[in-house]
């Protein structure tokens, strides 16, 4: 699944990046993470759709880890009981430590080495 993942990856970002004939707008976790606000509104930019500054806050607001958790401990969105299952996860930069292997982290590396050197991963 890893391996199907970054060349997925690969031959999307390349397509884009290398080769300039369609246009691939990059959101960076880390972007997403630190920068709600502005991270979104350029993706708004990028995509051309209008909107007002009030209406990107409530949508980070109602997206946000806390507001998500909240509604998870009601049951989910539909207002039924705790089913034990926990969807939203630790929402933390740099999981991937912790989560992958040496050989995961190889595989990913070699797959996307280009894009992770130009967005400053390596």
């Not at 990856?9 to 976790?29: L, T």
């Not at 009030?54 to 401990?73: C, F, G, Q, T």
């Not at 049951?75 to 992958?100: C, D, H, Y």
Request: aromatic content about 14%.
């Amino acid at each position: 699944m890893l391996l199907l993942y970054c060349n997925c990856y690969r031959v999307a970002a390349g397509v884009g990046i290398d080769n300039h004939n369609i246009n691939i707008y990059v959101i960076r976790y880390e972007d997403l993470l630190y920068d709600t606000s502005a991270t979104l509104i350029k993706a708004l930019d990028f995509i051309g759709i209008s909107y007002k500054f009030d209406n990107v806050n409530n949508a980070i607001e109602k997206a946000s880890v806390d507001y998500l958790r909240e509604k998870e401990n009601l049951g989910m969105w539909f207002e039924t009981e705790k089913n034990n299952i926990n969807f939203i996860g630790p929402a933390v930069n740099n999981q991937w430590i912790s989560r992958l292997s040496q050989e995961q982290i190889e595989l990913i590396e070699k797959f996307s080495y280009n894009q992770m050197k130009q967005w400053g991963y390596l």
